[in-house]
């Protein structure tokens, strides 16, 4: 095919095949949002085409306006995800960034703010046990700027006004002992009672879990913190699960009403919770004891929470 000109750079031949070397990843790179002439009969991997006139015009959306490279078992990996990975294990071979010079806490909520919101549930099966961990020690970091200790990744505190929407979360945490071993994954829903208080529940999808969903619902409400009780390291929020017996008089439609809770949700547990990035939350539980020779004792491992913006 002989080339076609514009102007003083001749165009590509749009039909010859690519080529690419054995040091490149099969990196993907979106096209620009613009129409385009094109020869009839390209077509696009990457982009869905929509042809008017001869013209073609490019519809991207969050799951494809972003690099990903194609692993040999052929699914994607999407690089702004695989930038949090990275920073939260980095490989042994790189040598990390002096602490000194930059803010952890601030890189670590940039990369999480370059994620698609509807793409950031993905790192609830990206980040395993350690690596959330990982993320509440870096999140403390955080409070190392006054002014970047002021941003928090969602607003979860009733407004004046009262009135806030039904926010939904999915949550991974490592589990803990016999008594909470279904926590391994489930979700959390925030609301706003009647009261002027913000309260929340966990909901859990497993089997045991789903007795616990329906007879003994494990209500928490929130409040501001600054510190964590038995570290005294800092915090944002604690979600107080008490003995389970809350005033509730409005809660969400199809929620079971509050009943004492099981054990240890009844033993003072408390969540104490750091904000990440935008939409995302790292919990550590502690269970506080009533008694007051008890000594406070880690519940489970961190928690990751991830705001489900489908759900809200």
């Not at 994607?76 to 930038?83: C, N, R, V």
């Not at 879990?209 to 501001?224: E, H, R």
Request: hydrophobic share 35%; net charge neutral; aromatic share 12%.
């Amino acid at each position: 095919m002989s080339s076609i000109t514009c102007n003083r750079h001749p165009l590509p031949n749009l039909h010859a095949p690519r080529r690419r070397t054995p040091f490149s990843p099969q990196t993907h790179f979106p096209l620009p949002r613009v129409g385009f002439t094109i020869f009839p009969g390209l077509k696009s991997y990457n982009q869905r085409l929509a042809f008017n006139s001869g013209v073609v015009e490019v519809h991207a959306s969050a799951w494809d306006e972003k690099p990903y490279e194609i692993l040999p078992t052929g699914k994607i990996s999407y690089l702004d995800e695989q930038d949090v990975v990275t920073f939260l294990d980095p490989p042994k071979e790189l040598i990390p960034l002096d602490p000194i010079s930059y803010n952890p806490a601030a890189y670590l909520w940039k990369k999480i703010e370059d994620i698609p919101e509807e793409r950031r549930l993905r790192l609830l099966r990206l980040l395993n046990p350690r690596l959330i961990s990982r993320a509440w020690e870096i999140a403390g970091t955080r409070y190392d700027d006054p002014k970047f200790a002021k941003k928090i990744a969602s607003n979860v505190l009733c407004k004046e006004d009262g009135q806030m929407p039904l926010e939904f979360y999915n949550c991974r945490t490592s589990g803990g002992p016999s008594p909470i071993a279904w926590m391994n994954f489930f979700k959390k829903a925030i609301f706003c009672s009647d009261d002027g208080s913000t309260y929340g529940r966990f909901i859990s999808g497993s089997i045991v879990g789903q007795l616990v969903n329906s007879f003994c619902p494990l209500y928490f409400v929130v409040n501001q913190l600054k510190e964590v009780m038995s570290t005294e390291q800092p915090c944002d929020l604690a979600y107080e699960f008490g003995d389970g017996l809350f005033s509730l008089h409005q809660y969400p439609q199809g929620f079971p009403r509050p009943v004492k809770h099981p054990y240890p949700f009844d033993d003072q547990v408390v969540i104490y919770i750091r904000h990440v990035g935008p939409g995302v939350l790292v919990g550590q539980a502690w269970q506080e004891g009533k008694e007051l020779e008890q000594l406070p004792q880690k519940l489970c491992g961190e928690i990751l929470m991830v705001k489900d913006h489908s759900a809200s």
